[in-house]
Nanobody, 124 residues
């Protein structure tokens, strides 16, 4: 059973920072690739950041240079450190797990398992 739990969301002013955490069950962390996604009201869900295998990372163009993904394997946790936040970063942030690394960040995310999400709100 895939288990993902996000935390760390909140409300900040533009220019502020937040660090999100996604803690997975041992089975999930050892079996699936895990990445960060977000969905703003009225918009499609989009990939934000994650590892792509072989040590590579993926970042959406809109977050490059501001967001950093990291992990602590012994805690089975993936992090998303978000700096220089903008109002357009406001969204529900999800972590998702998939075995299909090639389509990890390409919609329609058919083979993804999702956490419940954590809300990030950035005010101007």
């Amino acid at each position: 059973q895939v288990e993902l739990l996000e935390s760390g969301g909140g409300s900040v002013q533009a220019g502020g920072s937040l660090k999100l955490s996604c803690t997975a069950s041992e089975y999930t962390f050892n079996t699936y690739y895990i990445g960060w996604f977000r969905q703003a009201p009225g918009k499609e869900r989009e990939g934000v950041a994650g590892y792509t295998g072989s040590g590579g990372t993926y970042y959406a163009d809109s977050v490059k240079g501001r967001f950093t993904v990291s992990q602590e394997r012994y805690k089975r946790t993936l992090y998303l450190e978000m700096n220089e936040l903008k109002p357009e970063d406001t969204a529900m942030y999800y972590c998702a797990a998939t075995k299909d690394i090639l389509s990890m960040f390409r919609p329609p995310y058919e083979h993804h398992y999702w956490g419940q999400g954590t809300q990030v709100t950035v005010s101007s």
